[in-house]
Protein backbone atom coordinates (compact mmCIF):
# COMPACT_ATOMS: atom_id res chain seq x y z
CA UNK A 1 0.00 0.00 0.00
CA UNK A 2 2.69 2.43 1.05
CA UNK A 3 4.38 1.92 -2.40
CA UNK A 4 1.27 2.49 -4.33
CA UNK A 5 0.83 5.93 -2.16
CA UNK A 6 4.54 6.77 -2.42
CA UNK A 7 4.05 6.47 -6.87
CA UNK A 8 1.09 7.95 -6.81
CA UNK A 9 2.51 11.33 -4.50
CA UNK A 10 5.55 11.08 -7.28
CA UNK A 11 3.51 11.35 -10.41
CA UNK A 12 1.05 13.75 -9.17
CA UNK A 13 4.09 16.25 -9.28
CA UNK A 14 3.87 18.94 -11.92
CA UNK A 15 7.80 20.19 -11.62
CA UNK A 16 10.66 19.87 -9.80
CA UNK A 17 11.00 22.81 -8.76
CA UNK A 18 13.95 25.42 -9.20
CA UNK A 19 15.73 24.83 -12.48
CA UNK A 20 19.44 24.07 -12.46
CA UNK A 21 21.01 25.98 -15.21
CA UNK A 22 24.51 24.29 -15.44
CA UNK A 23 22.59 21.08 -15.71
CA UNK A 24 20.19 22.23 -18.74
CA UNK A 25 23.83 22.94 -20.09
CA UNK A 26 24.83 19.63 -19.92
CA UNK A 27 21.88 18.24 -20.87
CA UNK A 28 21.76 20.29 -24.31
CA UNK A 29 25.27 19.71 -25.13
CA UNK A 30 25.12 15.82 -24.38
CA UNK A 31 21.64 15.96 -26.07
CA UNK A 32 23.65 17.17 -29.61
CA UNK A 33 26.29 15.06 -29.27
CA UNK A 34 23.80 11.77 -29.15
CA UNK A 35 21.43 13.22 -31.96
CA UNK A 36 25.49 13.59 -33.97
CA UNK A 37 26.00 10.08 -32.97
CA UNK A 38 29.06 11.44 -31.25
CA UNK A 39 31.41 8.65 -29.90
CA UNK A 40 31.88 10.89 -27.17
CA UNK A 41 28.16 11.40 -26.36
CA UNK A 42 27.17 10.80 -22.76
CA UNK A 43 23.82 8.86 -22.03
CA UNK A 44 24.37 8.70 -18.35
CA UNK A 45 25.41 12.43 -18.54
CA UNK A 46 22.31 13.22 -20.60
CA UNK A 47 19.77 10.99 -18.14
CA UNK A 48 21.12 12.43 -14.73
CA UNK A 49 21.31 16.09 -16.47
CA UNK A 50 17.97 15.77 -17.66
CA UNK A 51 16.78 15.29 -13.72
CA UNK A 52 17.66 18.86 -13.09
CA UNK A 53 16.32 20.62 -16.38
CA UNK A 54 12.95 22.23 -16.84
CA UNK A 55 12.14 19.22 -18.93
CA UNK A 56 12.24 16.77 -16.13
CA UNK A 57 8.60 16.56 -14.39
CA UNK A 58 7.13 13.83 -12.15
CA UNK A 59 4.26 14.10 -14.65
CA UNK A 60 0.68 13.15 -13.88
CA UNK A 61 -0.63 11.74 -16.42
CA UNK A 62 0.71 13.42 -19.52
CA UNK A 63 2.99 10.69 -19.86
CA UNK A 64 1.13 8.02 -19.55
CA UNK A 65 -1.20 9.29 -22.14
CA UNK A 66 1.01 9.20 -24.24
CA UNK A 67 2.56 5.75 -23.56
CA UNK A 68 -0.53 3.87 -23.99
CA UNK A 69 -1.30 4.61 -27.46
CA UNK A 70 2.81 3.67 -28.21
CA UNK A 71 2.05 0.02 -26.80
CA UNK A 72 -1.19 -0.29 -28.46
CA UNK A 73 -0.31 0.53 -32.05
CA UNK A 74 2.66 -1.98 -31.12
CA UNK A 75 0.51 -4.68 -30.25
CA UNK A 76 -1.38 -4.47 -33.32
CA UNK A 77 1.50 -3.60 -35.65
CA UNK A 78 -0.12 -0.11 -36.62
CA UNK A 79 3.67 1.67 -37.27
CA UNK A 80 2.10 4.57 -39.09
CA UNK A 81 0.01 5.15 -35.36
CA UNK A 82 2.68 4.04 -33.78
CA UNK A 83 5.34 5.93 -34.76
CA UNK A 84 3.46 8.90 -34.29
CA UNK A 85 2.34 8.56 -30.80
CA UNK A 86 6.26 7.39 -30.39
CA UNK A 87 7.01 10.99 -31.94
CA UNK A 88 4.90 12.72 -29.52
CA UNK A 89 6.34 10.73 -26.50
CA UNK A 90 9.79 11.59 -27.34
CA UNK A 91 8.99 15.41 -27.75
CA UNK A 92 8.11 14.83 -23.98
CA UNK A 93 10.49 12.90 -23.13
CA UNK A 94 13.38 12.00 -25.16
CA UNK A 95 14.78 9.99 -22.76
CA UNK A 96 11.67 7.54 -22.67
CA UNK A 97 12.64 4.27 -23.42
CA UNK A 98 9.24 3.07 -24.64
CA UNK A 99 9.11 6.11 -26.96
CA UNK A 100 12.77 4.99 -28.62
CA UNK A 101 11.51 0.88 -28.59
CA UNK A 102 8.73 1.82 -30.81
CA UNK A 103 10.38 4.06 -33.12
CA UNK A 104 13.02 2.02 -33.74
CA UNK A 105 10.64 -1.34 -34.38
CA UNK A 106 7.95 0.47 -36.30
CA UNK A 107 10.92 2.31 -38.37
CA UNK A 108 12.29 -1.17 -39.14
CA UNK A 109 8.74 -2.52 -39.36
CA UNK A 110 8.36 0.06 -42.59
CA UNK A 111 11.80 -0.32 -44.54
CA UNK A 112 13.22 3.12 -42.55
CA UNK A 113 16.30 1.77 -41.56
CA UNK A 114 18.65 4.32 -40.98
CA UNK A 115 16.23 6.03 -38.79
CA UNK A 116 15.57 2.63 -37.23
CA UNK A 117 19.25 2.17 -36.36
CA UNK A 118 19.28 5.97 -34.93
CA UNK A 119 17.09 4.93 -32.31
CA UNK A 120 18.75 1.77 -31.94
CA UNK A 121 21.65 3.40 -31.07
CA UNK A 122 19.95 5.76 -28.14
CA UNK A 123 18.04 3.30 -26.79
CA UNK A 124 20.99 0.92 -26.44
CA UNK A 125 23.20 3.93 -25.17
CA UNK A 126 20.05 4.62 -22.51
CA UNK A 127 19.74 0.62 -21.42
CA UNK A 128 23.50 0.33 -21.09
CA UNK A 129 23.61 3.41 -18.73
CA UNK A 130 21.17 2.10 -16.86
CA UNK A 131 22.48 -1.42 -16.84
CA UNK A 132 26.46 0.04 -16.44
CA UNK A 133 24.84 1.87 -12.92
CA UNK A 134 24.70 -1.51 -11.02
CA UNK A 135 23.77 -4.95 -11.16
CA UNK A 136 20.73 -5.25 -9.07
CA UNK A 137 21.72 -7.03 -6.10
CA UNK A 138 22.17 -4.97 -3.48
CA UNK A 139 21.22 -1.70 -2.53
CA UNK A 140 24.97 -0.99 -2.65
CA UNK A 141 24.99 -2.17 -5.71
CA UNK A 142 21.24 -1.07 -7.11
CA UNK A 143 20.39 0.19 -10.35
CA UNK A 144 19.80 3.94 -11.03
CA UNK A 145 16.79 5.11 -12.51
CA UNK A 146 15.15 8.43 -13.22
CA UNK A 147 11.52 7.34 -13.13
CA UNK A 148 9.06 4.54 -12.55
CA UNK A 149 8.32 4.36 -16.16
CA UNK A 150 12.42 3.77 -16.45
CA UNK A 151 12.37 1.12 -14.24
CA UNK A 152 9.49 -0.72 -15.63
CA UNK A 153 10.50 -0.45 -19.26
CA UNK A 154 13.78 -1.02 -18.40
CA UNK A 155 13.27 -4.63 -16.81
CA UNK A 156 10.39 -5.17 -19.36
CA UNK A 157 13.25 -4.49 -22.64
CA UNK A 158 15.69 -7.18 -20.97
CA UNK A 159 12.58 -9.76 -20.93
CA UNK A 160 11.52 -10.28 -17.77
CA UNK A 161 8.17 -10.15 -16.07
CA UNK A 162 7.13 -8.31 -12.98
CA UNK A 163 5.52 -10.19 -10.34
CA UNK A 164 5.48 -7.80 -7.35
CA UNK A 165 7.48 -4.58 -5.95
CA UNK A 166 7.85 -3.25 -2.41
CA UNK A 167 9.80 0.08 -0.92
CA UNK A 168 13.16 -0.14 0.59
CA UNK A 169 14.22 2.39 2.68
CA UNK A 170 18.22 2.70 3.68
CA UNK A 171 20.85 5.08 4.51
CA UNK A 172 19.18 8.13 3.66
CA UNK A 173 18.38 6.31 0.18
CA UNK A 174 14.80 5.02 -1.93
CA UNK A 175 15.12 1.69 -3.61
CA UNK A 176 12.57 -0.52 -5.37
CA UNK A 177 12.82 -4.21 -4.75
CA UNK A 178 11.32 -5.48 -7.73
CA UNK A 179 10.03 -9.36 -7.55
CA UNK A 180 10.93 -10.64 -11.16
CA UNK A 181 10.62 -13.73 -13.17
CA UNK A 182 12.10 -15.13 -16.10
CA UNK A 183 9.38 -16.33 -18.61
CA UNK A 184 10.61 -19.25 -19.99
CA UNK A 185 11.95 -20.84 -16.45
CA UNK A 186 9.48 -19.44 -14.13
CA UNK A 187 12.41 -18.53 -12.00
CA UNK A 188 11.93 -15.53 -9.44
CA UNK A 189 14.16 -13.28 -8.10
CA UNK A 190 14.63 -9.55 -6.67
CA UNK A 191 16.11 -6.81 -8.44
CA UNK A 192 17.05 -3.36 -6.55
CA UNK A 193 16.68 -0.15 -7.67
CA UNK A 194 17.70 3.16 -6.51
CA UNK A 195 14.91 5.79 -7.19
CA UNK A 196 16.29 8.56 -4.61
CA UNK A 197 16.35 10.78 -7.28
CA UNK A 198 12.48 10.94 -8.07
CA UNK A 199 12.21 10.29 -4.49
CA UNK A 200 13.76 13.55 -3.17
CA UNK A 201 12.14 15.58 -6.35
CA UNK A 202 8.74 15.02 -5.21
CA UNK A 203 9.47 15.06 -1.69
CA UNK A 204 10.55 18.14 -2.41
CA UNK A 205 7.89 19.50 -4.20
CA UNK A 206 5.66 18.35 -1.24
CA UNK A 207 7.79 20.45 1.07
Known amino acids: MFFAIFWILVSACVSTGTVNRHSENIYKTELHKIKARSEKADFSALRMSYTDTSAYKLYSDSEPKLVNPVLGALSINDCDRGLASASDLLDLNFVSLT ?105 KYFE
Do not use: W
Open 99 to 203: GHYAAMVCNLKLNMEETSRYHQYILKGLMESIGNSGDGRSPESAYIVISASELKTFIQLIGLKIESQSLLSQNDKTFEVMRVSHPDTGDEFDMLFDVSIPAAKSF
